[in-house]
């Protein structure tokens, strides 16, 4: 790992710690682009990218910031992420099991209005944050890619979102 994203990483973490969703990332992060996610009609959460500048780029850290609009527990998260990443073809049987592990590590239950910030860190992997505190990392850029490719992925199950998380109208 070079020497910059070393010391991008503390200072992220650093900022993490002191809470808050405005403190959260760097101070040169803007957001690219924000949606909600619905189910039937039920809104789920509000989804947020964050990108230095406000200018995402796949191999550049970038965080994803996801606001709950309702209770759901860690089981469901879990879960429903893991059938995503199976859906968009991200990995055999056996390297969906370890991650589903790792997940079950690092998402708590949220409750309204709770937030989770996950930080795609190239080269390494992802970072999960809950209200402002480390959750856990999981060390392995598949597995980032294929997690964050579930809201940002051109076959997303929800198009509209992608969209506005790129920035568009």
Known sequence: MNAALRRWIAGLGLLLLAGGAAAVLPQDWRVQGQGEMRWFGFRLYQASLWAPDGRWQAGRPYALELRYARDI???RLVQASIEEMQ?????DE?????????????FPDVRTDEVIHGVHLPQRGAEFYHQGKLTGRIDDVEFARAFFAIWLDPRTREPELRTRLLGGA
């Open 73 to 75: 527990p860690s089981a």
């Open 94 to 106: 056996a390297r969906l099991a370890r991650w589903k592990t790792d997940l079950e590590r690092v």
């Open 87 to 91: 859906r968009l073809g991200s990995a």
